[in-house]
């Protein structure tokens, strides 16, 4: 499966973006789906997943309350909606996904990612 992230940019602390993961290749509906995040000179960090029906998300502690994972299966496409922006929230963002059952954090488990969308938030 390929995985296009985009939606990415400059907003302002206290600002919203959309972030959208579309996929080609095969149905996400096989898939949990993640999205990590990178900041600078940092490694991967987990922000959020979903399970393949939905029906479960697990989100960092960081961004719990203001960020909304989504998956339209017959769009083949994850969002991410983030809310109440912090400059530390600035990082490229990447969607990810694995062909396991259950929701994964740790990076190396996900086969399939994206080329990653940057957000930057200014103070």
């Known amino acids: 499966v390929q995985l296009q992230a985009s939606g990415g940019g400059l907003v302002q602390a206290g600002g919203s973006l959309r972030l959208s993961c579309a996929a080609s290749g095969r149905t996400i509906s096989s898939y949990t789906m993640g999205w990590f995040r990178q900041a600078p000179g940092k490694e991967h960090e987990f922000v959020v997943g979903?399970?393949?029906?939905?029906?479960?998300?697990l989100y960092a502690d960081s961004v719990k309350g203001r960020f909304t994972i989504s998956r339209d299966n017959a769009k083949n496409t994850v969002y991410l909606q983030m809310s109440s922006l912090k400059p530390e929230d600035t990082a490229i963002y990447f969607c990810?996904?694995?062909?396991?059952?259950?929701?994964?954090?740790?990076?190396?488990?996900?086969?399939?990612w994206g080329q990653g969308t940057l957000v930057t938030v200014s103070s």
């Open positions: 990810a996904a694995a062909d396991v059952r259950g929701i994964l954090t740790t990076p190396g488990l996900y086969a399939y």
């Open positions: 979903i399970s393949r029906s939905g029906g479960s998300t």
